[in-house]
Structure formats: C-alpha cells, structure tokens
C-alpha cells in the first residue's frame, strides 16, 4: 500500500509544478520581442501623424492668410482710388496693423504698384503678403480699377 501511496503523491506533486511553470509570467526575452514589436509599430505610425499635423497647422495658417488679404482687399474697395498710394507708379509698402485670426497674430503687408504698368490714375497693382513671426503665409496680387 505505500507504493500507491507514493505514487499517487508524485503525481499530485508533478501536477503543481506543472500549474507553477504555466503561472509564472512572461520571460525576459518574450517581453523584449514583444517591446520590439510595439517600437517597430510605432515608429511607422508617429511619422504619420507628424505629417498630417504639420499639414493641419499649414492649412490653418494658410486660411487664416486667406480670410486676412479678403479683409484688406474689402478695405481697399472702399477707399476712393485717387487716395491710394503710388499714383505715380513707384512702389509703396505699407504694413497694416497686426490682425488677430483664431488667436493667433497675422500681419498684413500691402504694395501697391510693384508692377508699374498698371499703375496709372485710374488703376493700381496691389500686392498683399500676410506674415506670421515674419515669415510669408499667404500672397495675392489684384489690380483695382475705378469703372466709370
């Protein structure tokens, strides 16, 4: 009777070890592959999202640029056409004051006759830069015309 004994007890020790080894976690080596994995997959998605914020923040800058030179070309039209600058055909700069779009600053520069052809009494060449921290967002060129 003590064979049974004895071997009913190895099995119920093999047992335990047996739960003991699927219990114990991951290796080392398990969790430095698994590491290596998420690095790998994350090194192809944060270039991705760079992109696409560095094209959202050049969007944004770019509509902003838009909206402001809109502005600054529905001021013009109002203005008499004699009154604008230039009328002798040499170029004018002249910097509007800083415009605040979705919180952040934009200063307009306007030139008025840069292209001398089409700067005569009844015409001027307007060019419109919009700056933000000095450098170039957006330019539009128009020439403005009093019809008779």
Not at 21 to 27: A, C, H, I, Q, Y
Not at 85 to 108: C, I, M
């Amino acid at each position: 009777m003590k064979t049974t004994t004895t071997n009913h007890s190895i099995q119920v020790t093999q047992q335990q070890l047996a739960v003991r080894k699927s219990e114990r976690g991951l290796t080392l080596v398990e969790s430095v592959v698994s590491l290596l994995i998420f690095f790998v997959a994350l090194a192809g998605i944060v270039p991705i999202f760079l992109n696409y914020t560095i094209s959202t923040i050049n969007n944004e800058r770019r509509t902003a640029g838009i909206a402001i030179s809109q502005q600054v070309l529905d001021e013009i039209r109002q203005s008499n056409i004699a009154q604008l600058p230039a009328a002798n055909g040499t170029t004018t700069t002249e910097t509007k004051p800083s415009v605040s779009h979705l919180g952040k600053d934009y200063t307009p520069r306007v030139t008025y006759c840069q292209d001398a052809s089409y700067c005569d009494a009844t015409s001027r060449h307007i060019k419109i830069e919009v700056l933000q921290n000095g450098q170039s967002v957006y330019e539009a060129e128009t020439v403005f015309t009093k019809f008779d």
